[in-house]
């Protein structure tokens, strides 16, 4: 049987430790058997980007946009103590922060859903994806620990050094704080974006939601601007595709949510979006399930794994202990990819390859087959057949066997 072939090639940026060892296995068990694979392959792990002193995170950044569609292994972003461990000469900035400033992109971040892992809301039932605006907003803030009484003031001054706006913000009679946060609409440009061409990508409805009535200025700029880009550009692909559009308050989305059964793509600002996206994850079940993919505004599209190096169970595997450490994430990270691949090169064997991958996965978990993450989720009652890695791994390869209609080989 000939392998399936590819046009472009992927991007593949392998990362650290345990999701290192992951990436290899689900290529040799996975996808080498049955893909005849190109890619252009860039080492992300620690010791090659001390090595190169972070020159290769920037290559593979680069090697993302001139191609388009890139998979990535998870990555250690280096603290003290990792700069210990590695004897590095510098502590590298985080590789999803360089990649993601390269590609202006926004994260999007969906679970993979199980019949017998039922979520904490019981009426989700589909996946409710998470969209991020990650500029900006509390998390570049400038605060002031005010000490004593006096006046705080917020001021402009333009590029001709002319004071345009002064308003005070408050005449403190006593001790309080103070914070000043800002936005760009070049920013807000981009997420809006990122956003629309990701709903038109899977064909979702998209939602957005601030606090507009409030933040008459800052909230209501970034309304208007999803709604000008919306009009302008991509209300008539929105009424093709079938799907919609919709705005409200966050107080009502966050009620709208709780009520759905999911299946739409939920926009939010920074804050908003970290706080929505950890409530969102756990309450479908596992971070292990979390798929993730960076999507940018000229549609640009980075899929990886939401969850990280999983080091502890990387400890365990170097001192020669099989691992339980759940392979699911990663291998759609790459089902995503090469999906989004042949649907850019108009090779439906792909395509349909992407398909039988994930198919595969969940025959498997359906037969109770997991890893022991899911194991101590799963609703009372389900037989569990808690296996390794490995073996979870050649149960899936059985199936994709099966599913293809062939031996690999
Ligand atoms: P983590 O690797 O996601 O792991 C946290 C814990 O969650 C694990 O110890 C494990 O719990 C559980 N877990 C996560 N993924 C799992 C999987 N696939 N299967 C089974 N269990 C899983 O987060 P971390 O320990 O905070 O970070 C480790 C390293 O990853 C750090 O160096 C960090 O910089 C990096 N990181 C990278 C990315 C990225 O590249 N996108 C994202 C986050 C973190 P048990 O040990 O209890 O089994
Ligand atoms: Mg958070």
């Given at each position: 049987?000939?392998?399936?072939?590819m046009?472009?090639?992927?991007?593949?940026m392998?990362?650290?430790?345990?999701?290192?060892?992951l990436?290899?296995?689900?290529?040799?068990?996975?996808?080498?058997?049955?893909?005849?694979?190109?890619?252009?392959?860039?080492?992300?792990?620690?010791?090659?980007?001390e090595?190169?002193?972070?020159?290769?995170t920037?290559?593979?950044?680069?090697?993302?946009?001139?191609?388009?569609?890139?998979?990535?292994?998870a990555?250690?972003t280096?603290?003290?103590?990792?700069?210990?461990?590695?004897?590095?000469s510098?502590?590298?900035?985080?590789?999803?922060?360089?990649?993601?400033?390269?590609?202006?992109?926004?994260?999007f971040?969906?679970?993979?859903?199980?019949d017998?892992?039922?979520?904490?809301?019981?009426?989700?039932?589909?996946?409710?994806?998470?969209?991020?605006?990650?500029?900006?907003?509390?998390?570049?803030?400038?605060?002031y620990?005010?000490?004593?009484?006096?006046?705080?003031?917020?001021?402009?001054?333009?590029?001709t050094?002319?004071?345009?706006?002064?308003q005070?913000?408050?005449?403190?009679?006593?001790?309080g704080?103070?914070?000043?946060?800002?936005?760009?609409?070049?920013?807000?440009?981009?997420?809006?974006?990122?956003?629309?061409?990701?709903?038109?990508?899977?064909?979702q409805?998209?939602?957005?939601?601030?606090?507009?009535?409030?933040?008459?200025?800052?909230d209501?700029?970034?309304?208007?601007?999803?709604q000008?880009?919306?009009?302008?550009?991509?209300?008539?692909a929105?009424?093709?595709a079938?799907?919609?559009?919709?705005?409200?308050?966050?107080?009502?989305?966050?009620?709208r949510?709780?009520?759905?059964?999911?299946?739409?793509?939920?926009?939010?600002?920074?804050?908003?979006?970290?706080v929505?996206?950890?409530?969102?994850?756990?309450?479908?079940?596992?971070?292990?399930?979390?798929?993730?993919?960076?999507?940018?505004?000229?549609?640009?599209?980075?899929?990886?794994?939401?969850?990280?190096?999983?080091?502890?169970?990387?400890?365990?595997?170097?001192?020669?202990?099989?691992?339980?450490?759940?392979?699911?994430?990663?291998?759609?990270?790459?089902?995503?990819?090469?999906r989004?691949?042949?649907?850019?090169?108009?090779?439906?064997?792909?395509?349909?390859?992407?398909?039988?991958?994930?198919?595969?996965?969940?025959?498997?978990?359906?037969?109770?087959?997991?890893?022991?993450?899911?194991?101590?989720?799963?609703?009372?009652?389900?037989?569990?057949?808690?296996?390794?890695s490995?073996?979870?791994?050649?149960?899936?390869?059985?199936?994709?066997?099966?599913?293809?209609?062939?031996?690999?080989?």
């Open positions: 049987m000939k392998k399936i072939q046009k472009t090639p992927l991007v593949e392998d990362g650290d430790e345990m999701t290192r060892i990436w290899k296995w689900i290529k040799e068990e996975l996808i080498l058997p049955f893909v005849d694979l190109k890619t252009l392959y860039f080492d992300l792990g620690l010791e090659e980007r090595k190169t002193k972070d020159q290769i920037l290559d593979a950044a680069n090697a993302a946009k001139e191609y388009g569609v890139s998979v990535k292994c990555t250690i280096p603290n003290a103590q990792r700069v210990e461990e590695y004897h590095l510098q502590m590298w900035k985080s590789p999803n922060g360089t990649i993601r400033a390269v590609l202006d992109g926004t994260v971040r969906t679970p993979i859903m199980v017998f892992i039922r979520p904490a809301v019981r009426n989700w039932k589909r996946p409710i994806t998470i969209a991020r605006h990650a500029y900006g907003d509390v998390y570049k803030a400038t605060e620990r005010v000490p004593a009484p006096g006046r705080a003031e917020l001021l402009f001054t333009d590029e050094g002319k004071e345009t706006f002064r005070t913000v408050y005449d403190f009679e006593c001790p704080v103070l914070q000043s946060m800002y936005n760009k609409d070049s920013s807000i440009v981009s997420f809006a974006h990122s956003c629309f061409r990701y709903a038109l990508s899977t064909g409805d998209l939602w957005f939601s601030t606090k507009d009535t409030i933040s008459k200025q800052y209501q700029t970034f309304k208007l601007i999803f000008d880009l919306y009009e302008k550009d991509y209300k008539d929105f009424e093709k079938g799907i919609t559009y919709f705005y409200t308050l966050i107080d009502d989305a966050v009620a949510v709780i009520r759905s059964e999911g299946g739409y793509i939920w926009a939010c600002k920074n804050y908003d979006g970290d929505m996206s950890d409530m969102v994850s756990t309450a479908f079940g596992s971070l292990a399930m979390m798929t993730s993919v960076l999507v940018s505004p000229n549609g640009q599209f980075e899929y990886e794994a939401a969850h990280g190096t999983v080091t502890r169970h990387y400890y365990r595997y170097l001192k020669g202990e099989e691992t339980s450490t759940n392979p699911m994430a990663t291998i759609f990270a790459w089902s995503g990819a090469l989004k691949r042949g649907e850019l090169d108009d090779l439906p064997e792909l395509c349909r390859y992407a398909d039988a991958l994930e198919q595969a996965c969940f025959r498997t978990l359906n037969d109770h087959y997991m890893t022991r993450d899911l194991a101590g989720l799963v609703d009372p009652g389900t037989p569990v057949h808690s296996v390794s490995r073996e979870f791994l050649a149960k899936i390869r059985e199936n994709l066997t099966l599913l293809l209609g062939r031996n690999p080989e």
